[in-house]
């Protein structure tokens, strides 16, 4: 059973451009969730995606948007790369039981190096 | 905030010995969750504890819980160089948000 699945691994990107991230959840989750790490730091909530809509978002700017299909896999989206946007990018996913408690299960990132 | 915050930051302690890492947060919460990372990589659940539970054992590890005091605490016990890890708390309230910290490094000397 695979887990949570996230490309690319790596990337460099130069200042003003745009990247993509994807991300695939574990078999049998529906909900997405994306965390910006930044080197030493805790890992920090963007937002979250089920049934194909933003449920919840952190304190990011709008240049930061996402999107979830149908088959549940999620895609981050930054525009206007800053030199701060260089970190880890981490997607988990979970099942929404209705209950809250909401185990996380992560992928291996994406570690984004802006220039 | 929700967010947790733990203490110790760094821990480095002898293979065998028993680390314990603490956490506060601010507000109420559902439940509160333990996770480690390993170099960078992406994180794994440990262990959850909901508000109504004071103690939770899962293998080598034990939580408690402290709603009054709004802490938390994770002890790993006969530590191994495995354990050599970042460590997160991340408390969870009304929006089930799981909010962590910076984290606790610990490293385990063989």
């Known amino acids: 059973d695979a887990g949570v699945t996230q490309s690319p691994t790596h990337l460099i990107k130069t200042r003003g451009q745009q990247v993509t991230l994807r991300c695939s959840p574990k078999s049998g989750h529906d909900t997405v969730s994306w965390y910006q790490q930044a080197l030493g730091q805790g890992p920090q909530f963007i937002f979250q995606y089920y049934e194909e809509e933003e449920r919840q978002r952190g304190n990011f700017p709008d240049r930061f948007s996402g999107h979830q299909f149908p088959n549940y896999s999620s895609e981050l989206n930054v525009n206007a790369l800053l030199l701060g946007d260089s970190a880890l990018y981490l997607c988990?996913?979970?099942?929404?039981?209705?209950?809250?408690?909401?185990?996380?299960?992560f992928g291996a990132g994406s570690r984004l190096t802006v220039l | 905030s929700q967010q947790g915050e733990e203490d110790p930051q760094a821990l480095s302690i002898q293979e065998g010995e028993n680390a314990t890492m603490n956490c506060s947060y601010k507000?109420?919460?559902?439940?509160l969750q333990w996770y480690r990372q390993n170099s960078g990589r992406g994180l794994v659940h440990l262990i959850l504890?909901?508000?109504?539970?004071r103690e939770k054992h899962s293998g080598r590890l034990r939580v408690t819980l402290d709603t009054s005091k709004k802490s938390s605490s994770l002890l790993i016990t006969a530590s191994r160089a495995a354990d050599t890890a970042s460590y997160f708390c991340a408390p969870v309230g009304g929006n089930n948000r799981l909010a962590f910290g910076k984290g606790n490094q610990v490293v385990v000397i063989p």
């Open positions: 988990a996913s979970s099942f929404n039981t209705g209950y809250g408690a909401n185990v996380l299960t």
């Open positions: 507000t109420s919460i559902n439940n």
């Open positions: 504890i909901r508000s109504n539970e």
